[in-house]
């Protein structure tokens, strides 16, 4: 089986409340077949449809995670990419544990 990998991962939220990183066709296959019937729109299944197409080679990788983007922002369920911030990249404070130069 191919690997359809996204060249950047989309962040989504449950309705636990637990953030989603989705990498791949695979993975957003995964979090649509769990979304709640109940909430299942046209929105959705457009993104299901795109990521099924990818499967079948029917279409580009790029138009099933703009229909998956799509759908989470429309869904209120996006999230930020979180930030990593190194400990090199925090400049200290005088007087607070900072060298002195």
């Known amino acids: 089986m191919k690997v359809h990998a996204f060249d950047r991962s989309i962040f989504v939220r449950d309705d636990k409340k637990l953030i989603h990183e989705l990498e791949s066709i695979d993975d957003a296959l995964a979090f649509l077949a769990a979304w709640p019937e109940s909430r299942r729109g046209p929105i959705y299944q457009s993104a299901f449809r795109a990521c099924q197409a990818v499967r079948e080679e029917r279409l580009h990788l790029d138009g099933a995670r703009n229909?998956?983007?799509?759908?989470?922002?429309?869904?209120?369920?996006?999230?930020?990419?979180?930030?990593?911030?190194e400990p090199w990249m925090i400049v200290p404070r005088n007087g607070r544990g900072g060298i002195l130069a």
């Open 67 to 85: 229909a998956l983007h799509c759908f989470a922002r429309s869904a209120g369920i996006l999230e930020q990419a979180p930030v990593s911030i």
